[in-house]
């Protein structure tokens, strides 16, 4: 399948893939069902990366370059994250 995104778009999609993830990870659930959405964010994170820098080679791109693309999305996204984590997770996760 094949999708077509502005850089824009895969940036916004990208900051979604963040917060999906945040939320399925975040409160404790077995290490496989985390690992699949966790590779796939990755996976994103890499083309995003990609994308940023076409001069490198795809499999080349390091752990630390996708933790810093990580950290540029969450940047943008801290705000719904700390919301989410006042009005929702902590009043779930503490019954």
Do not use: W
């Amino acid at each position: 399948m094949k999708i077509e995104l502005s850089n824009e778009e895969l940036h916004t999609l990208s900051q979604m893939v963040l917060l999906g993830e945040y939320v399925i990870t975040s409160c404790p659930k077995s290490a496989e069902t985390t690992k699949k959405y966790s590779e796939l964010a990755n996976s994103l994170y890499r083309k995003l990366y990609k994308i940023n820098m076409p001069d490198c080679d795809e499999a080349d791109i390091e752990d630390n370059e996708i933790a810093d693309v990580r950290d540029r999305l969450y940047d943008g996204i801290k705000g719904f994250l700390e919301q989410f984590e006042e009005d929702v997770y902590r009043e779930k996760c503490d019954d």
